[in-house]
């Protein structure tokens, strides 16, 4: 852990201690139907209308990327102290520039009053829109903390391509997400240069780097998994993510491919979108015909990420041919660091055929 890593310092009253069952059990489940928070609670989105909110061009275009655009959001449901905790985060400390999509703001503070007290409290707000008053100052980083915490830049055989471990490697296909996490681990390449990080560039053409992937995957017949991401898979355009997948499904040694896309919770309006979800199911269907296991990994870290339309993009996946959709979530205090938190997160998963499996790494 970072100095920088957001930590938990607020009192959570979401964490206090969950009411012990009759049974003596340490944890009660509760099946609860998935619900659409109402965005409408917020003063900049009183008049969105469900058809502008299922639109993925909406979302993009109305992400808050600085803190003017999230007042516009939030109005006076916070107050002067929240806006001035996050500007001293965003001057000195923040690795990650921001960029929220509506859809997970709606996530936060989703069913309680909104309020300053509410919103520092929220575990998708805390690692998604991170403050000063979120770290700790009086541990010190590790010793062999690192920007590139995984070297990954380090085992590049190509730009952006990882080959770490002998028979998998890691595409990374662009270095830009549809949402920037606080706590992010490729906080090196991923996103804008912040105050405190001047992040590393990507030089080649994307089509020039997606050849020297290929060429390097067809010389070398160790490598049978592809973890293909960036970034996020969802910022590349459909038919150049088409292309690479398919040129992929052609070298015979490749038998894993798996999609690391945050944003199937973070903007699942992207993957509901007809030209996406045909181009998938072409892809799946040529994966399926060559016996090779097509996944996708995505990244939800809290149980209040799951909405039914993250719920509904994780299902059209399967059912147009994915063999798995698969959640790798991040550990962290103040957002999920509790057995509740973590076994409520892998029931609501597992409850829509997704697997659930929480590591420490990010999917993408
Ligand atoms: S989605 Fe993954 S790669 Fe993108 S900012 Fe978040 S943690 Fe980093």
Redesign the pocket.
């Known amino acids: 852990m970072t100095q920088t890593q957001p930590v938990e310092t607020i009192p959570q009253p979401r964490h206090a201690p969950v009411a012990v069952p009759t049974a003596g059990q340490p944890y009660e489940y509760r099946r609860k139907p998935l619900v659409e928070p109402d965005w409408t609670r917020f003063p900049g989105w009183r008049h969105i209308t469900w058809e502008q909110w299922e639109s993925a061009q909406w979302q993009r275009v109305n992400c808050v990327k600085n803190i003017k655009q999230l007042r516009t959001v939030l109005g006076d449901l916070v107050d002067e102290s929240f806006y001035e905790d996050l500007a001293a985060d965003q001057s000195a400390l923040a690795t990650?520039s921001m960029l929220v999509p509506p859809q997970m703001i709606n996530t936060m503070v989703p069913f309680a009053p909104m309020s300053t007290e509410s919103f520092l409290a929220d575990p998708i707000r805390r690692y998604m829109i991170p403050v000063a008053s979120d770290r700790r100052t009086d541990w010190p980083s590790h010793p062999y903390a690192s920007r590139d915490s995984l070297h990954e830049h380090d085992m590049w055989v190509a730009e952006g391509l990882t080959h770490r471990y002998p028979t998998k490697v890691l595409a990374e296909l662009l270095s830009t997400?549809p949402?920037?996490?606080g706590?992010?681990?490729?906080?090196d390449l991923?996103?804008n240069s912040t105050p405190a990080v001047d992040k590393l560039k990507l030089t080649l053409k994307p089509v020039d780097r997606y050849d020297a992937h290929i060429s390097y995957l067809k010389a070398h017949h160790g490598v049978r998994d592809v973890v293909v991401?960036?970034?996020?898979v969802a910022n590349v355009p459909w038919k150049n993510l088409e292309s690479y997948l398919m040129r992929l499904l052609e070298i015979e040694t490749i038998r894993d491919i798996r999609l690391?896309t945050?944003?199937l919770m973070?903007l699942p309006q992207h993957w509901l979108q007809p030209d996406v979800v045909e181009g998938l199911e072409r892809v799946a269907r040529t994966a399926s015909r060559r016996g090779v296991n097509l996944a996708i990994h995505t990244?939800v870290n809290h149980a209040q990420s799951l909405t039914p339309l993250v719920a509904k993009a994780a299902q059209t996946a399967l059912d147009v041919g994915v063999r798995d959709v698969r959640n790798q979530g991040?550990l962290m205090r103040g957002v999920n660091a509790t057995t509740p938190d973590l076994l409520d997160l892998c029931f609501a998963l597992q409850a829509r055929r997704a697997s659930c499996r929480t590591t420490s790494t990010?999917?993408?």
Request: hydrophobic share 30%; proline share 0%.
């Open positions: 990650m997400c949402q920037y996490c706590h992010c681990t490729r906080m991923v996103g991401s960036g970034g996020d690391a945050k944003a973070g990244h991040v990010c999917a993408t």
